[in-house]
């Protein structure tokens, strides 16, 4: 059972806003920054939001993320095919002091 | 460009020890912070360990007693021991950079280790 906790699925159509959101606690998405991987089909994952709302290198700006207490969410709008991935969040956790992840979602793109 | 590569035996034994490396390039382990993160196949990733630039180590709470994650700096490479493995242990394993914020920046392409 994952610490964080993810909605297992999502979908929508293409040019649709999706959100994806991520819950947790005090120890962590409440203390810590919330970073966002994607995993596409057959490849390792890849950071794809890191310090709440910064965009490595060749990520679209189609990507955002915002955190409000213990919870974060992911927002991909202008949906595209190729977004279809499953999506992780993460956060250090005060105690572990290690990253805890959310247990992913299926992003499915109808 | 950063670029991590896992290697080691894609078949272990029940009972048996897993070792996988991880050879770094475009950056030194002497630098940043390093994990493991594994992924049975079809579920989610789970955090193993990491070691970090200071020298300190840590691990999962519930792996603490099999893992063992070391550091060749003159190879510039780290490595991962996991023993008394069982068919749980199944996973496809990654090696990690992690940036200041904690952030895994980079992946390898992981490692399917199968054990049975």
């Known amino acids: 059972q994952s610490v964080l906790t993810q909605p297992p699925s999502a979908s929508g159509t293409p040019g649709q806003r999706v959100t994806i959101s991520c819950s947790g606690t005090?120890?962590?998405?409440?203390?810590?920054?919330v970073h966002w991987y994607q995993q596409l089909p057959g490849a390792a994952p890849r950071l794809l939001i890191y310090?709440?709302?910064q965009r490595p290198s060749g990520v679209p700006g189609r990507f955002s993320s915002s955190r409000s207490g213990t919870s974060a969410s992911l927002a991909i709008s202008g949906l595209q095919s190729e977004d279809e991935a499953d999506y992780y969040c993460a956060a250090w956790h005060d105690s572990l002091q290690g990253p805890v992840f959310g247990g992913g979602t299926k992003l499915t793109v109808l | 460009q950063v670029q991590l590569q896992e290697s080691g035996p894609g078949l272990v034994k029940p009972s048996e020890t897993l070792s996988l490396t991880c050879i770094v390039s475009?950056?030194?382990?002497?630098?940043?912070?390093w994990s493991w993160i594994r992924q049975p196949p079809g579920k989610g990733l789970e955090w193993i360990g990491y070691f970090s630039y200071t020298g300190a180590t840590n691990y999962s709470p519930s792996l603490k007693s099999r893992v063992t994650i070391s550091v060749d700096t003159s190879k510039n490479q780290f490595s991962l021991k996991l023993t008394s493995v069982t068919a749980a242990d199944t996973a496809v394993y990654y090696c990690?950079?992690?940036?200041?914020?904690?952030?895994?920046?980079?992946w390898g392409q992981g490692t399917l280790v199968t054990v049975s």
């Open positions: 475009g950056d030194s382990v002497s630098a940043n912070y």
């Open positions: 990690t950079k992690g940036s200041g914020n904690k952030a895994l920046d980079y």
């Open positions: 005090s120890s962590d998405i409440g203390s810590f920054t």
């Open positions: 310090n709440g709302n």
